[in-house]
């Protein structure tokens, strides 16, 4: 007889991971650079990752250029809850400054500390962007308009927009009401519409008028019109067998139809040229034959066209 010797391992749990315990997100912050004289507001989320209510004592903050938004204390956490702790970075100088949060409670691993820092400067540079740089529209019919949305972003400092401009009249711009302001790190969409008045290609620039270095910030737009009716379909089938008076043409815009007849006399020939398309459209085509009867056949295979 064989025996299977099992072997029991045993780990003991620390007591304190029973009980209460604090944590933060994030446990250390920096608030980059802010224009002395500004204040710049953050919120550390305090997590109570416990299944007891956990009870903050008290709150201390290192460094001159720092201080607290509302927090009073004693404050309470229900088990794993959380509360945001508003952290405010107001530089009065132009240097790096570093600062220490000290949070008390009455967990066991109490009192822990944040780590904060920021720079103070003297001027910050704005920037904007524009997403995509450069826009293609393609092949847009004349008097007809195409729309491509792009976003505004602004970094380092608030952005205000003051106006648009554009270097042809073929495209404008629209969604923006002016003055727009742009916090630091947050981006509004605005509408880019191609409307050509003629026939040809319009390389162009449009950009926005700012506070912004740099300004005015541009992107490169490009697009082509094509005059109504530049465009036609050639078409061309087998003869049908049997006693043939003629031919229609029908054409619609899916493969399974339904389908108009855009001939107005019956086709002597099995070729056909459509010169109603228009440009951009997809159209599908099929032929029927008609019999000295006036007696007409089913539908033929359908043929696809992609206008430019």
Request: glycine share 8%.
């Amino acid at each position: 007889m064989r025996f299977l010797s099992l072997g029991l391992l045993l780990f003991l749990v620390p007591v304190s991971a029973w009980g209460q315990h604090l944590a933060c997100s994030p446990c250390s912050y920096d608030f980059g650079k802010v224009k002395i004289g500004d204040s710049v507001s953050y919120s550390i989320e305090l997590t109570n990752n416990a299944s007891k209510t956990l009870t903050i004592l008290s709150k201390s903050l290192k460094g001159s250029a720092f201080s607290f938004g509302h927090f009073p204390v004693p404050i309470k956490i229900s088990p794993w809850s959380s509360i945001e702790l508003p952290v405010i970075f107001t530089p009065k100088t132009a240097r790096s400054t570093d600062g220490v949060i000290t949070i008390t409670s009455n967990a066991p691993d109490s009192p822990f500390t944040i780590d904060i820092s920021g720079i103070g400067v003297s001027d910050v540079a704005a920037q904007l962007a524009i997403s995509p740089a450069k826009l293609s529209f393609g092949n847009v019919t004349v008097g007809s308009s195409v729309s491509i949305q792009a976003t505004l972003t602004a970094s380092k400092a608030e952005v205000t927009i003051s106006s648009d401009r554009s270097t042809s009249s073929e495209f404008s711009i629209a969604g923006l009401n002016f003055p727009v302001t742009i916090p630091a790190g947050k981006s509004v969409p605005v509408t880019i519409q191609f409307t050509p008045s003629s026939s040809g290609t319009d390389p162009a620039k449009v950009g926005f008028v700012s506070n912004a270095t740099g300004s005015p910030t541009v992107a490169d737009v490009t697009g082509t019109g094509v005059a109504q009716g530049s465009y036609s379909v050639s078409l061309a089938w087998d003869a049908s067998s049997g006693s043939v008076l003629g031919y229609n043409v029908y054409r619609g815009d899916a493969q399974a139809g339904p389908f108009q007849q855009i001939n107005t006399a019956l086709e002597a020939s099995t070729n056909y040229t459509d010169s109603t398309v228009v440009s951009g459209a997809t159209y599908y085509y099929v032929t029927t034959a008609v019999n000295a009867e006036g007696q007409q056949s089913a539908y033929s295979n359908a043929a696809k066209a992609v206008v430019p």
